[in-house]
């Protein structure tokens, strides 16, 4: 058995099928050391030898998991809560961490304000994690209790609003801290808004366009959709193209918006804040980037166009996805039915 002492408290050190394992023991009584340490290595050959599991601390896990997601749309996505719970816990070893200890963070998370759908994305981050380590042969830690994700109210914007929302973020415009980079950002800010609506993009999706995905010639632009949607091919609105073709007049490299990509990292809380300055109405429910997309869908069903082109316009790969955009405006479908069956 491989304890050994350092500044009075006992350490168990073990190599078992050259997996290494070291813990504290936390105590400076001898005996209390060497139960634990046959309890721990009868537990080590377990897992190695019986299991063929190797032991990771939560780090190790986490970027075992990220390393397989690099080239998936939802990277940065993981990449974002498993910070979070970098951050919560200790790096530990993935088998010693207690459910109880985890599933606290999750309620702690709840109590500080977080969104209940985003806590929800959290926790499910946390179990792919889990069974990661259990699909690659490394040893596990708890799988916790799934959140409930909660059906939000669909908030469109109206035009007055889009309109107050592109003035509050017009670079001409007088304001309190003027400057140089304070016009450039709100410029950028104006522009992707345009971008979110006119090509019903998602917030990544409208920041990390390419001017490769961009052809002037056929008036088309290639947005690369996330969340394994189907890429969608559109055309250009007038208002859209003077917004690109003015960016592309000074443009610096592939991005169309260099600031806002991913090698920046981008947030998109800015968006929330741009409503605020408006004066958006927030007592008809929040406003985010998403916001934006939920309002093109909404436009183009209002207009008439057909459910399934609706669904190619947003890249869902599935039409369930786009018929809650029907769910979301009930009183106007029945008026519509009632104008077909009473053939008015």
């Given at each position: 058995m491989s304890l050994h002492q350092r500044n009075g408290i006992w350490y168990w050190r073990k190599m078992v099928d050259g997996v290494l394992f070291n813990r504290s023991t936390k105590t400076e009584d001898k005996k209390l050391a060497e139960t634990m340490a046959k309890k721990w290595e009868h537990e080590a050959v377990k897992t190695v030898v019986?299991?063929?599991?190797?032991?990771?601390?939560?780090?190790?896990?986490i970027d075992s998991f990220l390393g397989e997601r690099k080239h998936l749309p939802s990277y940065t996505s993981a990449s974002q809560h498993m910070q979070h719970w970098k951050n919560a816990l200790p790096n530990e070893k993935m088998k010693s961490l207690q459910k109880h200890k985890v599933q606290a963070v999750v309620?702690?998370?709840l109590a500080e304000g977080a969104a209940q759908n985003t806590v929800s994305v959290f926790v499910t981050y946390w179990n792919a994690l889990v069974n990661h380590c259990k699909a690659n042969k490394l040893s596990p830690g708890p799988l916790l209790d799934r959140v409930q994700s909660k059906r939000t109210r669909f908030r469109i914007i109206t035009e007055q609003e889009e309109a107050a929302m592109l003035a509050a973020t017009c670079p001409n415009a007088k304001y309190p801290g003027k400057t140089a980079t304070s016009d450039a950002q709100r410029q950028d800010n104006q522009d992707v808004l345009v971008c979110l609506l006119h090509l019903g993009a998602r917030i990544n999706e409208a920041q990390n366009l390419r001017w490769s995905d961009v052809d002037f010639a056929n008036n088309t632009v290639l947005v690369r959709r996330l969340?394994?949607?189907d890429d969608t091919l559109l055309m250009m609105t007038k208002a859209l193209r003077a917004v690109l073709e003015r960016r592309y007049a000074t443009k610096i490299d592939n991005w169309v918006f260099p600031t806002k990509s991913e090698t920046y990292k981008a947030h998109a809380q800015w968006v929330t804040t741009v409503a605020k300055r408006a004066g958006v109405d927030f007592e008809a429910g929040k406003v985010t980037s998403h916001?934006?997309?939920?309002?093109?869908?909404?436009?183009l069903l209002r207009a008439g166009m057909d459910i399934r082109k609706v669904?190619?316009?947003l890249g869902h790969k599935n039409i369930s996805s786009t018929l809650v955009y029907l769910h979301a405006m009930p009183s106007e479908v029945a008026a519509h039915a009632v104008s077909v069956f009473d053939g008015s």
């Open positions: 019986y299991d063929g599991e190797r032991p990771v601390t939560l780090y190790e896990a309620t702690r998370r969340k394994n949607g916001t934006f997309r939920h309002s093109a869908a909404t436009r669904q190619q316009f």
